[in-house]
């Protein structure tokens, strides 16, 4: 959660090589935020779209929804429920949660994922 609102992060990563492994992460990506403060789902709510879903496609028609013109320089981007992850990644600095530690373990769900498929990988390339 992010100020009572639902979120997700679009991490980028580049798998060069299978064998030997070689993966490379982008340090940004990309940010959407939900427009309604989330509530767990429930019958009275369970069709708000707007709490449960962070898609670009469906927030942008609520009237809450805030466009950033400029992701890592304009003010109003940091208030943007789409924006950058270095942006959304400072403003949780000044806030006090670690983000180099946030990173870290983003860094080792993405290098455990792509191990755990290396063998299938590596074969499937080497049979081409």
Same mark, same amino acid.
């Given at each position: ?48 779209? *707007?709490?449960? +879903?962070? &898609?670009?496609? #469906?927030?942008? /028609?609520?009237?809450?929804?805030? %466009?950033? $013109? ?18 959304? *990644?400072?403003? +949780?600095? &000044?806030?006090? #949660?670690?983000? /180099?530690?946030?990173?870290?373990? %983003?860094? $080792? ?20």
């Amino acid at each position: 959660m992010y100020k009572g609102l639902k979120f997700d992060l679009r991490i980028y990563v580049l798998l060069a090589s299978s064998d030997p492994l070689r993966i490379f992460l982008y340090r940004d990506g990309l940010v959407r935020i939900a427009t309604e403060e989330y509530e767990a789902a429930d019958n009275a709510n369970k069709t708000d779209i *707007f709490k449960h +879903l962070t &898609n670009f496609a #469906i927030n942008k /028609d609520n009237p809450n929804y805030v %466009i950033g $013109d400029d992701a890592d320089l304009d003010f109003e981007s940091r208030r943007s429920h789409k924006r950058s992850i270095l942006n959304f *990644f400072e403003e +949780l600095k &000044n806030t006090g #949660i670690d983000t /180099d530690a946030i990173w870290s373990s %983003i860094k $080792d769900v993405v290098i455990k994922t792509i191990c755990s498929i290396q063998p299938i990988l590596r074969h499937n390339s080497n049979s081409i």
